[in-house]
């Protein structure tokens, strides 16, 4: 699975743009059929070497990305190492983005969710909530700064957006600009949310509603794109503000994207 972070703050090294590649082990089918690695990760060059399993004389080709990580990372190295920076980025006013591509089968839905149970499985997305709380709430009252945090839920299908949150279901939603806002969604359901329960109770309500269909290489797959978004707008009384003053408001998106299989 490849995962892309993309933050609207410019990172030490002057990109926007990380990517991220994560490499499972062979598992069932695989192993039952004989399969061989053929792919071999340096996590600390972020190189990856690929054989071709036809031509075994043939030289092994190198790729090198910002990250790579191999079977042994736990959900929390791959939280910590690829999508940190990009929360905390949403948190201070940042638009960010971190979104999972692969092949199905290649573990993108378990990198960007993993299990609720036990701590460690958990992947992008529940760390992510936590974080996010866990910041606001050791925030919320100093300094003179308030929290407002809400989440909307859509899924891109067969070109079709649709709200995974509206009561029904069958409605497709549309995609506007204006010069102001840029590009929205018209009508999106957006639910004000005060922890992390209540995160994951959107979270759950919208999974119930996205199209998931059999492949050869999953009996569950994601069929469709989908894209939840945690909006955080941040109210801030300075040092210096008289007491009429409105209060400083910055709001950061966190985009939080799974990505449909693609099959060849």
Known sequence: AVLAGVKMKEAA????VKVVVRCRPLFGKEIAEGRKIIVNLEPKTGEITVKNPKEPNDAAKTFTFDQVYDDRHTQKEIFEGAALPIV???IEGYNGTIFCYGQTGTGKTHSMEGKDEPPEMRGIIPNAFN????SIYGQTGSEGKDYLVRASFLEIYNEDI????ARDQTGKCELKETPDSGVYVKDLTAFVVKGVSELNNVLNVGKKNRTVGSTLMNADS???HSI????IETSERREGDAPDDDP????GKLNLVDLAGSER
Request: charged share 25%.
């Open 131 to 134: 974080h996010v709380f866990d």
């Open 13 to 16: 090294s002057g990109e926007c």
């Open 88 to 90: 905390r980025a949403a």
């Open 162 to 165: 649709r709200d995974l949150l």
């Open 248 to 251: 400083h408001i910055r709001v």
């Open 222 to 224: 994601s069929r469709s």
């Open 228 to 231: 939840f978004t945690i909006t």
